[in-house]
């Protein structure tokens, strides 16, 4: 579905001529239901005689996250309609950047039907707001016959105080550039599996690799077995559609550091010959979220011109039970000739990511990150939204941090090494599975570590919980694909341009 169109004005919200101005509201630390209005809406409230927070507060606003309160203006200001979002409680220097964006992303889901707004949240933090708004109103209608409200069609974002013209106009490209890549990640985690299947997934990733000038590689299924991918053969076996790897490769101006991306990609995921329950497998159409966000993530790059290096490799297969499906009991060679018994084909993603993570290897990246809805163990350690980061001890920490600041969330976990011995296999080098459940998220780690090079910096980001939401949406997180973790991985490559 089309996105807002956004353009900064300089106009204030009471005097432009739009359907609904949004502004924030802050909870009280003290005053239980005590609601006090953010940083930009004075214009707004002078023109309601000062009395909008009392005015709010009577309607039962309290300034709450996920909160939004529409009051008409009855001619006060120039749009009908105000739009108040709540920010939460804030601190001492005010709302953050993540609460911005949250409230900016529910108020653009409520902005739904409309055709013109302005939002004030951006005179507190542009980015944050304008990152919200682009991304509270997506909506994935491609299958409904009847679409519904149509997202707001144009919104006005009020420039700051602060910082030039200039800086401004930056910081909105840059921020509608981020929130489209998370876009394009949710609209491919969103498409239907019998829609997007490997070849059909690696065309759209072609595609879109060409159009945004990148090198372009796909491996079918023959050029797979020329080049010994046996990890991927392996999975995809069970499909009558055969799986492919992408290969993707931007190369920025002066670029000072090699980065090589690596994204997960099955298609669907049925467990194969060591099935999944009927319950909730339809979720496993979001088993391909880490190369959604990887191919994603490049044609970023070659937006924002980043001074980097960048590969990326993205296994794609569809893991099914069938006549022709691998086993349980079967050893594969993988790409770089290390051998795998496979004790439990429904650890599939980290097969395909071995080889992945070896032909990514090849080209030396100074640092490596992959991305995986890897397993269902994430969840159990770190709930639905916060991914797992695991990796080499510093850039596993750096990762994790930048995760943080991005709202994304992400917390490092460690690898231990005796996990390693529990995959000693009984006839090949190792097995894909532990043969228990403790600390499944980092066994698979452990697996994944045994096929990253030497003297890689490596950062290895379980999303199994957060690259989907099957509940109700919240802040700016719709129903379905989140996009979690691409603007985690557009701050790190920024920052590794700009540290090295
Ligand atoms: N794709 C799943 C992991 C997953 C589970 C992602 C739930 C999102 C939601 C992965 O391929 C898988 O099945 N992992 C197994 C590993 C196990 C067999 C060691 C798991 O987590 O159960
Ligand atoms: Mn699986
Ligand atoms: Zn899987």
Not at 468 to 485: E, L, S
Request: net charge negative; charged share 25%; with cysteine.
């Amino acid at each position: 579905m089309t996105a807002p169109k956004l353009s900064l004005t300089t106009t204030t919200a009471d005097e432009a001529t739009v359907d609904a101005v949004v502004i924030g509201t802050v909870q009280s630390d003290s005053d239980p239901g005590g609601v006090t209005l953010a940083p930009g809406s004075e214009r707004v409230d002078a023109a309601f005689g000062g009395n909008l927070a009392e005015i709010l507060r009577t309607v039962g606003a309290t300034g709450k996250q996920d909160e939004v309160v529409k009051i008409p203006s009855m001619g006060k200001i120039k749009a009908g309609l105000v739009v108040a979002a709540g920010l939460g409680k804030a601190g001492d220097g005010g709302p953050a950047a993540e609460q911005v964006r949250r409230a900016s992303g529910v108020a653009a889901r409520a902005l739904a039907g409309t055709r013109r707004a302005v939002t004030t949240l951006s005179t507190v933090d542009l980015q944050a707001a304008v990152e919200g708004t682009l991304l509270g109103a997506y909506r994935f209608t491609e299958y409904r016959s009847e679409k519904g409200d149509a997202p707001v069609e144009r919104v006005d974002v009020e420039s700051p105080a602060e910082g030039t013209a200039k800086e401004h106009r930056t910081a909105l490209k840059t921020a509608t550039a981020i929130a489209e890549a998370v876009r394009t990640a949710r609209d491919f985690i969103n498409t239907p599996p019998n829609d997007l299947y490997p070849a059909s997934f690696a065309d759209r990733a072609a595609a879109l690799g060409r159009d945004a000038g990148l090198e372009v590689e796909v491996l079918d299924e023959k050029a797979l077995r020329k080049g010994g991918y046996g990890g991927v053969l392996g999975v995809g076996m069970g499909s009558t559609r055969p799986p492919r790897l992408v290969r993707l490769s931007y190369q920025g101006p002066k670029a000072r550091k090699k980065v090589a991306l690596v994204g997960k990609g099955i298609t669907f995921d049925t467990g194969g010959i060591s099935i999944k329950p009927a319950a909730t497998m339809d979720e496993m159409t979001s088993d391909m979220s880490g190369a959604a966000a990887v191919v994603a993530i490049m044609v970023l790059a070659s937006k924002l011109k980043y001074p980097l290096s960048l590969t990326a490799t993205v296994p794609m297969a569809e893991n099914m039970p069938s006549g022709s499906a691998y086993r349980p009991g079967d050893v594969l060679t993988m790409y770089g000739g290390k051998t795998v018994e496979v004790l439990n084909t429904d650890a599939e993603g980290r097969l395909i990511l071995a080889d992945a993570i070896v032909r990514a290897c090849e080209d030396g990246p100074d640092y490596l990150i992959d991305i995986a809805t890897l397993t269902g163990a994430q969840m159990v350690a770190l709930g639905r939204r916060t991914p797992g980061i695991m990796g080499t001890d510093e850039f596993r920490d750096r990762t994790a941090e930048i995760a943080r600041s991005t709202g994304e969330g992400g917390w490092p976990m460690p690898l231990p090494d005796e996990l390693r011995g529990d995959l000693d296999s009984k006839l090949a080098d190792i097995a894909n599975v532990t043969g228990h459940r403790w600390g499944g998220m980092l066994a698979a780690g452990i697996f994944l570590r045994e096929f990253v090079a030497e003297n890689v910096q490596w950062a290895h980001i379980d999303i199994a919980g957060p690259a989907f939401n099957p509940a109700a949406p919240w802040g700016y997180t719709a129903k379905g694909g989140t996009g979690v973790p691409v603007r985690t991985v557009a701050a790190l490559l920024s920052d590794i341009a700009d540290n090295g």
